[in-house]
């Protein structure tokens, strides 16, 4: 099965998820249920826009770029930091046979990446946990798309933790601080954003 076919099948799934959740928080607010199920998807939605960036699906050529350019090899340590529906994790293990693993804080697309990772049969991980919070020092290859506002707060602190060698890949958005060492640019003819790669040394 292509990744169309996965694209379109995952999303009728997730559909049939989210239409429980919205018909069980939208009926009667007196409900102590339905209030408890909204306060619990919406903080931590609201919190991911908030610190990372809303949830838009990297097209997946850029993907696949993004995955080639980082050079992954068999057993590397991957990370995804934001990573939505979580395509790039899946691809780099399933591909790449990579270690991979991304987080997600946004309870609705953490859903859907688990029904896309059943979907692809993939090993990697998928955790529903603020990226912040976690320790990715044996990182190999971090992937990120995230807003500049988000990756003004992160820049120094990857810096720190990660250890020298590690790629860092952002799709759309650069680092202001680091050291460029490669860039994909911008392709306007397919709505393509550029892709900004750099080395921690």
């Not at 049939?16 to 939605?45: A, D, E, R």
């Amino acid at each position: 099965m292509n990744s169309k076919m996965l694209d379109l099948l995952s999303t009728f799934l997730v559909i049939g998820v989210l239409i429980p959740i919205i018909y069980l928080t939208s009926q009667n607010f007196n409900n102590i249920f339905s209030l408890t199920i909204l306060i619990l998807v919406s903080v931590p939605t609201i919190m991911a826009m908030i610190n990372g960036a809303p949830f838009v699906p990297t097209p997946m050529d850029r993907v696949r770029k993004m995955i080639k350019l980082s050079k992954i090899k068999q057993g590397d340590r991957v990370y995804d930091i934001g990573c939505g529906d979580g395509r790039i994790v899946y691809i780099a293990a399933n591909e790449y046979g990579a270690k991979a693993t991304g987080f997600e804080l946004s309870p609705l697309v953490y859903i859907y990446a688990l029904i896309r990772k059943f979907i692809w049969k993939s090993k990697a991980e998928i955790k529903f946990a603020n990226f912040k919070m976690k320790n990715i020092s044996d990182a190999d290859v971090v992937f990120c798309y995230l807003l500049p506002e988000c990756i003004d707060k992160i820049q120094n602190d990857l810096t720190k933790m990660l250890k020298p060698g590690t790629k860092i890949v952002s799709y759309a958005f650069e680092f202001p601080e680091w050291k460029l060492i490669h860039k994909e640019e911008r392709d306007k003819k397919l709505g393509l954003a550029p892709v900004w790669i750099y080395e921690k040394k």
